[in-house]
């Protein structure tokens, strides 16, 4: 059997603490009951822990039996999402609009378990950080990862190297996927404010028409990806929302568009923003609306260490059925990319079993996959014990 066989006597222990986080999932920064949960249990197993760094974060550190000076990181994140959960089972969400629909719930107890492991056995050099992110679905700049390296993560707990872990429904159970270099997109967004003076619908010749002129805009958008990005580079950019107008003869005197803008490269999000400029500067001038553009940086584009994926491969190899070291790269973001700004290290992504039936991150129907656990916490062990 590739994964621990120690990790594999606790696997129903662990499904059981799986399945109270899912029934009691919390929001970003409001992970207060789960915090307890965790420091809870790392204290029980020995472990020296710190609550509260970055909000609601937990650290837990400990050290190895092997000579050594290594400090390694590992991270799971603990939010849940603003989502009614459609599941029957007996462990669904008892907290009425929130659900862990992204697998928080697996990831925090695959890093217990292994945090249980590592502490009875402490066959390994040097010292470990177990590190339980709040807030990572409210990602970008005031999102858990960067708040709790703002507030001294990696000066109060150095790391040498940093390592974390997503569930992926598609992939299937026993199975892992990493790859060196960009892996997950960077995420900027837009916000596109249209006004004019507004006026009877009946009397469009008496200003300019925010409504047509968001239009205009909707459509020029696409040409951003189509002509003012190397087409060799990757990226999207998305309208998802559009607000404006209350009455059917009115036309209105403001329309606001916005979305999200994600790429590989930075030179393909830094050559967006001035297009995007350029185009509203010309439909404006074209219609007699203003056009104002507000641009915001939110995440940076998650890169793995060629070191680090090599670390994370041969972990893998040691636990997983099957490694995939060349996986599709996403256009989904992952705040786990600011800690990699910060210190060398690797995210991989861990088999969920099949995505049918609407098993997929953030649906209403999602649940993490019991079966994982015991990958995910051997996986975790692995990168520790590594020689
Ligand atoms: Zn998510
Ligand atoms: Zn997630």
Redesign the pocket.
Known sequence: MPIINRIAEFHTEMSQWRHHLHANPELSYQEYETARFVAQKLRSYGIEVTEGVGGTGVVGVLYGNRKGARSIGLRA?MDALAIEERNDFAHRSVNKGVMHA???DGHTTMLLGAARYLAETKNFAGRVVFIFQPA?EMGGKDGGAARMIREGLFTKFQCDEIYGI?NWPGMDIGTFAVKAGPMMASGDSFEIEVTATGMHAAQPQKGADVVLTAGHILVALQQVSARNIDPLDAIVVSATQIHGGDAYNVLPNKVTICGPIRAFSPAAPAAAEPAIRRIIDGIALSTGAQCKLSYHQQYPTLINSHAAALTAEAAGLSVFNKVDTNPPQTMIVEDFAFMLEDRPGCYGWIGNGPDDNARI?HSAWFDFNNDALPYGASYFAALVEAP
């Open positions: 994140d992204c697998g928080h990572e997503h991150l």
